[in-house]
């Protein structure tokens, strides 16, 4: 491919509004462009980026036994309310009327197409198991679409959906799809941690995400540098710590004024205490009956920890008008002193020798109330989101947190979507069985992006091999010399005989126009022929992500390129196969 | 690929409401399910089929030139009625609300994204010519969908754009984007026409249309079995007939009472004549102004004949009480005697010697009619749609017409959109002008369709091999006898190994059961290993398109298969080549 022809249009400046870098850079790159919020067109670098993300999807899944078709994006919302997600998803999901009046959605996801399709398709425990697949395009009325391609209201995304005959198969299809998933992170060159996840809304009883730490990511990942647990913020469990020692010779509480005080912030500046000695009592309604629980001020509840302590099957905040109807106190002032509904502690508040609580009276707070002692404790739970410094919940060492880009993500759905449908197989005695699912997603732009937020430096992107938009640059310095252009050529076709994408800028500018151009693409080969280095019959080559160029002779250079390439993904593999049997050890042991 | 893991759900019966052949047989040979209206699922094998072809596409377009990009589906309606097609589109266009009250279209064509991304992008002649295509779904609310995948409200469509600056360019854009054409259906096997297009609502001044002549096709083609001329219905010519002999003794015209018989059908039955002897008088706006041209009686008017023969830029046909207004006369009475509007005659009304028509009052009829006596024929021209019997346009030999399926169209369309848009470059001198445009599709559903349509019999599909799902399928016919699946899973790896797809019967069914399913799917190369043969140490092998097979000895059979398959795409690789030669050799002479 010649650069005139390829329609790369970088950019000098850093566009208005960009902050993410992947967003930056694939502008100034010239890879994509804004059509609307949310919608961005992938130009002809940019696509052949995502080209080579999807391949890599593909062959792994294919790889893995999963089987691809093609599901339409226009789904009849029916079946979004026959599976009763049609509440639920919400306003995310974009809807349409079409001729007929057909009320129509956009598809955001498929497991009810899915599903639709194979309970008609799949019968019999013989046609068990089966993982089927798509790369396709989905749609999200995002309400704020931000980040460049990162959070668009379309996007191409693979997902894979098991049908298991029962736990122990959907234990070994849901293995495969993990392990397929490390392998196309690895293959893209993804620095990628796996973290325990909460299933969210989609159901489902076990879950795990897979992120690229890098400053943009919306989630938080927990981890601990010392046994290597990570998990998502929202799933995260905190360690225990160590009980405040019980003392006898604790004065009594004592109450205080606090006139208009209702936020932990407040309440602890006009008291001049810190919040890290605060208590907050959270009023929920668990399965529809007023619950509580207290937290260290500066603590924040997680509702899935909060409903999993109280049994519930659904969890939302108490309104003021239930908590003051079920407590007998205004919010702002709630405290544990003394309170009518069931009451479950986190476990930081056993660490606190004496906490500042609401005294369940307007304007009215308690000091040195002392836990154990002047309210009972009858149950102290992982109640709150893990943050930096907490304990690990298997080795207690203290975790840090990074920001997470989610890229992948896997599922045990079990039956919710069989059982709503009506999805059942037939079991060796024809008895009627719920089938029993996965989901597993990928977003493929969100590899491409991904790969930018982790691989790029000050002059620009620095592709991962795999997902480089051409593995190779030859960059001819005088395009008006025959013998210059000649040599350039002459590499150029030797490469492209060989399977390399190779782009050959024959452009009329000046070197280091040139050369500023191929660093900010990201190529990660860049051959340079030039007069002088033809005097000396020399070429000069020179990797992305070194700084030292080396000279070769001209007449094997495209061999010594060929050789070069081949050395690299040798590496690349060879690191593929150590993580994979790092992962294989790790599973045996 | 296992059988028993494709999910390939045969059907034995044919179902239900399919009528096209591509139809029933994509559905019985489990390539497709319907999930709704206008909306099918690829199945596996349907999916490798689609994807084969996407490839092909792919390619020579690539090596047309073509650069590939990824535009959004979702369009900001805004850009529709920059264009001004919001309104010509109507309801074919999916439209929807998203969130911030954004009113979207869901594009079924891309002319109005890609003129607002190169407005943006290519600003000087140094930049031109450029081609830009991307394979992407697009949605079309058709009202009613009908055959199977042929017609569906979300489609996979090849649409590519050409940027140029002068006319001269455009024609060598065009002619590469005709000659890729050529290429891809030659190697997809398809039996194609090219024919003349009227360029329609899409705007324009030339175009051709790619059609696979088949029964199911909803185009009309005009063919000249001696010259080869042809050419949409809607935009084929008509020879000349030969003038009537003017005749000095005919009698006058007689008027006859016609009671309530207003159309040719009711006033030639009535007085029992030939509806051929009869003439029809329409009535037409032509920007806004009444036109009437005469017509034998069973031919039908062709508007874009008419509209360019008023120079006209809008035609329409006039309501009854424009033409009351316009002639004085009832609609259903009208004639071309003491008109009062221009007229233009077909020329088909020259060959007549008498003609019956409208009276120009109600109830009344007139026979014995003499044109060119009784009225003046100003100017005789080709306004009507041909027909079967036609004389060609070139060589005056009789045309026929066949259904043609189209899956292919090319088009000039000028500056229609740039001018529209304001998307201009800069000459040499820096004057702003607009780029001329063309556009191309190309249906890639529509090529798996028209496959099947072109290529099956009584027993199932017969894949062209270029397009089949598996190009070899291994059929052991005892699965639970080891020799017999060594020996076909052998030939199994050998083949894929030379990069062959195949796919292996695993299933443990009688052998007719397997081998009817395979013609079905029209897997090209069947290879039998069964205990009989496996005695005499050999399989056999046979071709979807030949009634015999052959046996071959087990040993080479793996290398005698390849040699097989490598001579079938020698033979197609050299048709397609002598296509090539034949069409340069006629552009040339």
């Known amino acids: 491919m010649r650069w005139s022809s390829a329609l790369i249009p970088t950019l000098k400046e850093t566009p208005a509004d960009a902050v993410a870098p992947s967003h930056i850079l694939l502008l100034r790159a010239g890879m994509i462009r804004q059509l609307g919020a949310g919608a961005y067109t992938y130009l002809p670098l940019g696509l052949r980026v995502l080209h080579k993300a999807e391949?890599?999807?593909?062959?792994?899944?294919?790889?893995?036994?999963?089987?691809?078709?093609?599901?339409?994006?226009?789904?009849?919302?029916?079946?979004?309310?026959?599976?009763?997600?049609?509440?639920?998803?919400?306003?995310?999901?974009?809807?349409?009327?079409?001729?007929?009046?057909?009320?129509?959605?956009?598809?955001?996801?498929?497991?009810?197409?899915?599903?639709?399709?194979?309970?008609?398709?799949?019968?019999?425990?013989?046609?068990?198991?089966?993982?089927l697949y798509q790369i396709q395009t989905k749609f999200r009325d995002e309400p704020r679409p931000r980040f460049g391609i990162l959070r668009t209201r379309e996007f191409l995304m693979k997902d894979a959906y098991s049908f298991d005959a029962d736990v122990d198969q959907l234990g070994r299809s849901y293995d495969a799809m993990y392990e397929a998933y490390c392998r196309t992170f690895d293959r893209c060159g993804l620095p990628y941690v796996v973290v325990d996840a909460e299933s969210g809304p989609i159901g489902g009883d076990a879950s795990h995400e897979f992120m690229v730490p890098c400053s943009t990511g919306e989630d938080k990942v927990i981890q601990c540098p010392s046994c290597n647990y990570a998990a998502n913020q929202e799933k995260a469990e905190v360690g225990e710590s160590a009980a405040a020692p019980q003392r006898a010779d604790s004065p009594p509480y004592e109450a205080k004024p606090t006139p208009g005080k209702r936020t932990i912030r407040d309440v602890c500046a006009f008291l001049k205490v810190d919040e890290a000695t605060s208590g907050k009592l959270l009023v929920f309604l668990a399965d529809g009956k007023p619950v509580a629980v207290l937290l260290r001020g500066d603590h924040e509840a997680n509702e899935a920890k909060v409903r999993r302590a109280f049994g519930a099957a659904v969890l939302a905040p108490a309104d003021p008008d239930s908590i003051q109807k079920a407590t007998g106190a205004p919010m702002g002032f709630?405290?544990?002193?003394?309170?009518?509904?069931?009451?479950?502690?986190?476990?930081?508040?056993?660490?606190?020798?004496?906490?500042?609580?609401?005294?369940?009276?307007?304007?009215?707070?308690?000091?040195?109330?002392?836990?154990?002692?002047?309210?009972?404790?009858?149950?102290?739970?992982?109640?709150?989101?893990?943050?930096?410094?907490?304990?690990?919940?298997?080795?207690?060492?203290?975790?840090?947190?990074?920001?997470?880009?989610?890229?992948?993500?896997?599922?045990?759905?079990?039956?919710?979507?069989?059982?709503?449908?009506?999805?059942?197989?037939?079991?060796?005695?024809?008895?009627?069985?719920?089938?029993?699912?996965?989901?597993?997603?990928?977003?493929?732009?969100?590899?491409?992006?991904a790969a930018v937020e982790a691989c790029h430096d000050a002059n620009g992107i620095v592709w991962p091999l795999n997902l480089a938009p051409y593995q190779a640059a030859v960059v001819p310095l005088q395009v008006n010399n025959k013998a210059v252009m000649d040599a350039a050529e002459e590499i150029e076709r030797r490469l492209t005989e060989a399977g390399v994408d190779v782009i050959l800028d024959d452009r009329d500018q000046r070197p280091g126009f040139k050369f500023k151009d191929i660093d900010l693409i990201g190529i990660p080969l860049r051959i340079v022929v030039g007069e002088r280095g033809l005097k000396d019959g020399t070429i000069e080559m020179k990797w992305r992500h070194e700084s030292e160029s080396k000279n070769v002779p001209l007449e094997t250079a495209g061999d010594a390129a060929l050789a070069e390439l081949k050395a690299a993904r040798d590496r690349l593999a060879a690191d593929c196969q150590v993580r994979r049997e790092q992962r294989a050890g790790a599973k045996s042991s």
Chains 1, 2 share one sequence.
């Open 55 to 131: 391949a890599i999807v593909r062959q792994e899944m294919d790889a893995a036994g999963a089987v691809e078709l093609l599901m339409p994006a226009l789904q009849p919302v029916e079946l979004w309310k026959e599976s009763g997600r049609f509440e639920t998803f919400g306003d995310l999901l974009m809807k349409l009327t079409i001729s007929g009046g057909h009320h129509m959605a956009l598809g955001p996801t498929h497991e009810e197409v899915i599903t639709d399709l194979v309970r008609d398709l799949v019968r019999s425990y013989k046609q068990l198991p089966i993982t």
């Open 334 to 449: 709630l405290g544990p002193i003394a309170i009518k509904i069931p009451m479950i502690v986190d476990r930081a508040v056993t660490a606190m020798e004496t906490i500042v609580v609401g005294g369940n009276e307007v304007d009215v707070h308690l000091t040195g109330v002392v836990p154990g002692r002047d309210f009972p404790i009858d149950r102290a739970l992982d109640l709150r989101n893990a943050d930096e410094g907490d304990p690990c919940p298997r080795c207690g060492a203290a975790m840090v947190v990074k920001a997470g880009l989610e890229i992948g993500h896997v599922f045990k759905l079990g039956t919710k979507y069989s059982k709503a449908m009506g999805a059942n197989y037939q079991d060796e005695k024809g008895t009627e069985i719920p089938l029993i699912m996965g989901c597993y997603g990928i977003g493929v732009n969100r590899i491409v992006a």
